[in-house]
């Protein structure tokens, strides 16, 4: 499944892993738990965010 790597230089120095948001091609938009992201050359796509309620 891709994902998007939330991620930056500061974070990799002090952190051992980093966070991946899964991707999904199921619809719908569900806020906050699911959100459409555009990537160029890829069909819509919605961030999956685990663990909010």
Do not use: H, T
Request: proline letters at 11%.
């Amino acid at each position: 499944r891709p994902g998007i790597v939330v991620s930056n230089s500061i974070q990799n120095e002090l952190l051992d892993s980093v966070v991946i948001v899964p991707l999904s091609s199921r619809a719908p938009e569900i806020w906050p738990l699911r959100f459409r992201v555009e990537l160029p050359g890829m069909k819509a796509s919605y961030a999956v965010i685990p663990g909010i309620r």
